[in-house]
Nanobody, 116 residues
Framework: QVQLVESGGGLVQPGGSLRLSCAAS????????MGWYRQSPGKQREWVAT???????GYADSVKGRFTISRDNAKNKVYLQMNSLKPEDTAAYYC??????????WGQGTQVTVSS
């Protein structure tokens, strides 16, 4: 299993940037699938981005070209660089990891609010 702790959320103006971090309790080099989801009040949790151990990445259409996911295996961290933020990006952002067993783990979430 793995524990995940997110940080880096906050209040930012439209057009601004934030970088979210996800610290894992164990080595992530063997975790094939790590990513980010987000959830706004009254909405279902939605996928944002994925990073695989092989170096592949994927993004939801709504964030493509604005968000970048990356991982630092030496620090056991995954990042989400968010640029050109919009009010509709306001949500709680969750880090997730899927282990080889198929088990999925979630962090506790970090709030991002985009508002002027």
């Amino acid at each position: 299993q793995v524990q995940l702790v997110e940080s880096g959320g906050g209040l930012v103006q439209p057009g601004g940037s934030l970088r979210l971090s996800c610290a894992a309790s164990r080595s992530i080099s063997s975790i094939n699938n790590m990513g980010w989801y987000r959830q706004s009040p009254g909405k279902q949790r939605e996928w944002v981005a994925t990073s695989t151990s092989g170096g592949s990445t994927g993004y939801a259409d709504s964030v493509k070209g604005r968000f970048t996911i990356s991982r630092d295996n030496a620090k056991n961290k995954v990042y989400l660089q968010m640029n050109s933020l919009k009010p509709e990006d306001t949500a709680a952002y969750y880090c997730t990891a899927v282990l080889g067993s198929g088990a999925r783990y979630w962090g506790q979430g970090t709030q991002v609010t985009v508002s002027s």
